[in-house]
T-cell receptor
Framework: DQQVKQNSPSLSVQEGRISILNCDYT??????FLWYKKYPAEGPTFLIS?????DKNEDGRFTVFLNKSAKHLSLHIVPSQPGDSAVYFC?????????????FGQGTELSVKP | GAGVSQSPRYKVAKRGQDVALRCDPI?????LFWYQQALGQGPEFLTY????????KSGLPSDRFFAERPEGSVSTLKIQRTQQEDSAVYLC?????????????FGPGTRLTVL
């Protein structure tokens, strides 16, 4: 019963183009969503987040979109750079839960080719 | 230290051995989390501490797994009588307060291989 799903294990994009990573969730109690980026042999690094009261959050080249009715979020990277090549994890939490237990998707490996 | 550190980085254990994995969170961080990441999967929550109190251990897969944070800083995850299915990367994360939306900062993980 995977509550957070990333259905694309991998994505390949040309440098300078847009990368779109998708994530679906099933638990309607989730009200805060995050994207983490992971390089090999390192821990995940926080990238961007969005509260369920918003439908968009932007930070530089990174924008996260949330569609609550579809229980879907996406991460857009524009323009994509070779240094963006990494595994991207979508995660969700329920704000009122003490501490902030994160529920992660399986990850999408992004490859940005020069 | 500048970030979360974990030791050892790699651990090989024979089935049935006990192992102890250490996490040094960012200094002053109140919250500490342990996650387990199997190959090709996302991290899965194991347990959560606020200072020295273990407030959520719902993700620990069996009573062979035990975590502690006795002085509210360093934490140890202990696995008794290791099994092959325990092979995974064990990630520790810390956050500044007990607020659920605080950013969690992850360590590099300990890769455990059980033979």
């Amino acid at each position: 019963d995977q509550q957070v799903k990333q259905n694309s294990p991998s994505l390949s994009v040309q440098e300078g183009r847009i990368s779109i990573l998708n994530c679906d969730y099933t638990n309607s109690m989730f009200d805060y969503f995050l994207w983490y980026k992971k390089y090999p042999a390192e821990g995940p690094t926080f990238l961007i987040s969005i509260s369920s009261i918003k439908d968009k959050n932007e930070d530089g080249r990174f924008t996260v979109f949330l569609n609550k009715s579809a229980k879907h979020l996406s991460l857009h990277i524009v323009p994509s750079q070779p240094g963006d090549s990494a595994v991207y994890f979508c995660a969700a939490l329920t704000v009122y839960n003490q501490g902030g237990k994160l529920i992660f998707g399986q990850g999408t490996e992004l490859s940005v080719k020069p | 230290g500048a970030g979360v550190s974990q030791s050892p980085r790699y651990k090989v254990a024979k089935r049935g051995q006990d192992v102890a994995l250490r996490c040094d969170p960012i200094s002053g961080h109140v919250s500490l989390f342990w996650y387990q990441q199997a190959l090709g999967q996302g991290p899965e929550f194991l347990t959560y501490f606020q200072n020295e109190a273990q407030l959520d251990k719902s993700g620990l897969p069996s009573d062979r797994f035990f975590a502690e944070r006795p002085e509210g800083s360093v934490s140890t995850l202990k696995i008794q009588r290791t099994q092959q299915e325990d092979s995974a990367v064990y990630l520790c994360a810390s956050s500044e307060s007990g607020i659920s939306t605080d950013t969690q900062y992850f360590g590099p993980g300990t890769r455990l291989t059980v033979l």
